[in-house]
């Protein structure tokens, strides 16, 4: 139920969303995970990827779960909104994570650019550090909630989170098709009420060029009853992951291997199309 036999998988750490589709895309990695927004700028080939260009042999295992992106600033700070990071001491995520390619898109729906605050390009671990320490403003964090990391932050009284919302939302969630208008729910961060934000999801990528049975027994042992809890416990977002969400509106062609498996279990539309 864990995969196809004889399989041997390592994980291994990396910069982010950016780094793992540039490593899959050209084999130095088989498969990484990447947000939606991240996938679907390597397949036109801009943005983060104006310089590498397409990555061309992008497939999907499946569509994984949301990510809400969470804004949290010091709390003696008087940032209320977006728009309040102006002048500000601000990490906008590591240079290839997909925290920095979101947090793009943010800035520029609300019209506001690196140059017009000190930004900060860091880990989010630096970043809780350094907003511990009184060195930095805000930070952007994308994620599936709750991030324990956050939530450590927001119930010692060192930080709370800001809404993303407005006309700047609503500017952002229609020019970039993969972003979508979210809640997050209050009491998800201790004494802390609904916060509007944006979500984006974590998808599985694979390599075009990893054998069909191998993906395919992948995707099956995602999907195996016998693998659900383990999945829940390790990350609360995995019980969002299910076989009737996993192809819906992908940003890359999924592999012919997880096709196979979607097809024969009734869930790929009729308009999904598989690539090898």
């Given amino acids: 139920m864990c995969g196809p036999p004889g399989l041997i998988i ?23 995970l990447a947000q939606a927004d991240v996938i679907a700028e390597a397949v036109r ?17 499946a569509d994984l779960f949301p990510e809400d992106v969470h804004l949290l600033v010091a709390t003696k700070t008087n940032i209320r909104s977006v728009a309040d990071l102006r002048a500000k001491r601000v990490s906008l995520g590591a240079l290839r994570s997909g925290t920095s ?44 909630r709750p991030v324990s990391l956050i939530d450590d932050l927001v119930s010692h009284g ?18 970039v098709s993969s972003l979508a208008s979210d809640v997050i729910p209050a009491g998800t961060y201790r004494n802390t ?9 974590a998808l599985w990528i694979v390599n075009a060029h990893e054998p069909d049975d191998i993906v395919y027994g992948i995707t099956r042992g995602l999907f195996d009853a016998g693998n659900r809890a383990a999945l829940i416990n390790g990350v609360p977002s995995a019980a969002l992951i299910r076989p009737d969400s996993a192809t819906l509106d992908l940003p890359a062609p999924l592999h012919s291997g997880a096709a196979r498996f979607y097809r024969e279990t009734g869930h790929l539309p009729k308009a999904t199309g598989a690539k090898r």
């Fill in 10 to 32: 390592s994980a291994r750490t990396s910069d982010g969303a950016v780094a793992n589709v540039l490593d899959v895309n050209s084999g130095s990695a088989e498969s990484g």
């Fill in 45 to 61: 080939g801009d943005g983060a990827f104006s310089k590498a260009g397409r990555q061309q042999q992008i497939r999907v295992i």
């Fill in 158 to 175: 060192v930080a709370r989170l800001v809404p993303i919302d407005g006309r700047g939302r609503d500017k952002l969630v229609k020019t």
């Fill in 101 to 144: 390619v979101t947090v793009r898109a943010i800035l520029a729906a609300y019209g506001l650019s690196e140059s017009r605050m000190e930004a900060r390009h860091d880990t989010s671990d630096v970043d809780a550090q350094l907003l511990q320490q009184g060195r930095l403003d805000a930070f952007f964090f994308v994620g599936g």
């Fill in 193 to 201: 009420p609904a916060v509007q934000t944006v979500r984006v999801n």
